[in-house]
């Protein structure tokens, strides 16, 4: 798990392409897979979430700003 210091702004990067999908806190990457073979859904009872969300788990509050979506270059 990645370490969430109360009362600090982190910087998260979403990058999803045809072949993968990465994540990164600040400047950190915690995650990269490959798209290929996996079937990308809702949580049962998400649905209506859309496409993209942040959530907290144990009561945790969190707040999010400064929310930007960019188009990759082809």
């Known amino acids: 798990p ?10 998260f990067r979403l990058r ?13 990457q915690v995650f990269d897979c490959p798209r290929r073979g996996y079937d990308f859904g809702f949580w049962p009872g998400w649905a209506g979430a859309g496409p993209l969300g942040f959530f ?7 707040k999010v700003r400064n929310i930007r979506i960019q188009a990759l270059a082809p």
Not at 56 to 62: E, R
């Open 2 to 11: 990645f370490p969430m210091a109360n009362g600090k702004w982190h910087f």
């Open 16 to 28: 999803v392409d045809a072949e993968r999908v990465q994540g990164w806190i600040d400047d950190q």
């Open 56 to 62: 907290t788990c144990s009561g945790a509050k969190a």
